[in-house]
């Protein structure tokens, strides 16, 4: 059963980068029919699409974002990343990697645990 | 402000059936699939309906979803205890070139 698990920078400051990554056991991110996928959930808020990747490299953001993220695809890593720069406290949230089934129309149908994200000085 | 619409809150006691909305519009809903999640806090949500009204293996045949035009609509049959959570719609929007959740339903069973 492919497993996906959240790391990165737990704490960061205003106006600085959060880099997360995304990596995957029992399974790869190459393997064929899928995409990828952020999405996060400030505190006491709902969730927020951020954006996926397809194998080809192709990404789509969510337009809110899109000037701010970059999600990439690290083969020789097997690792999935999420870069959002010039953060504010408004992107203090939890934030989720997901695997995009597009046989099941794009559905997200396995989720990491999450990782908390806070943005503070 | 989420561009698909969803009651905040629903209740029902153990057993009973209930039923909540996802309104959006022709450019999202009213042409794309919609997809259902359940979210308990602390842990990863959980796919439980995709192309508007299939599960996933292993999700109870008391899930069940369906769409018409713009909306759509999660109903919970036999209500246990378990199924106490948030729950979220999605679906692709055409004009945004992007996904988009809902706002999320709190079901608590009385």
């Known amino acids: 059963q492919l497993q996906l698990q959240e790391s990165g920078s737990g704490l960061v400051k205003p106006s600085q980068t959060l880099s997360l990554s995304c990596t995957v056991s029992g399974g790869s991110f190459s393997s064929g029919g899928f995409s990828w996928s952020w999405i996060r959930q400030p505190p006491g808020k709902g969730l927020e699409w951020i954006g996926f990747?397809?194998?080809?490299?192709?990404?789509y953001y969510s337009p809110s974002l899109t000037s701010r993220v970059i999600i990439s695809l690290d083969r020789s890593k097997d690792q999935l990343s999420l870069r959002l720069n010039s953060v504010t406290a408004a992107d203090t949230a939890i934030y989720y990697c997901a695997r995009v089934n597009l046989a099941k129309g794009r559905a997200l149908d396995i989720w990491g645990q999450g990782t908390m994200v806070t943005v503070s000085s | 402000q989420s561009v698909l619409t969803q009651p905040p809150s629903a209740s029902g006691t153990p057993g009973q059936r209930v039923t909540i909305s996802c309104s959006g519009s022709?450019?999202?809903?009213?042409?794309?699939?919609i997809k259902w999640y359940q979210h308990l806090p602390g842990t990863a949500p959980k796919l439980l309906i995709y192309?508007?009204?299939e599960r996933p293996s292993g999700v109870p045949d008391r899930f069940s979803g369906s769409k018409s035009g713009a909306s759509a609509s999660l109903a919970i049959s036999g209500l246990q205890s378990e199924d106490e959570a948030d729950y979220y719609c999605?679906?692709?929007?055409?004009?945004?070139?992007?996904?988009?959740f809902g706002p999320g339903t709190k079901v608590t069973v009385l």
């Open positions: 192309s508007n009204n």
């Open positions: 999605e679906a692709w929007d055409d004009s945004l070139n992007g996904s988009v």
């Open positions: 990747i397809y194998q080809s490299g192709v990404t």
């Open positions: 022709s450019s999202n809903i009213g042409s794309n699939s």
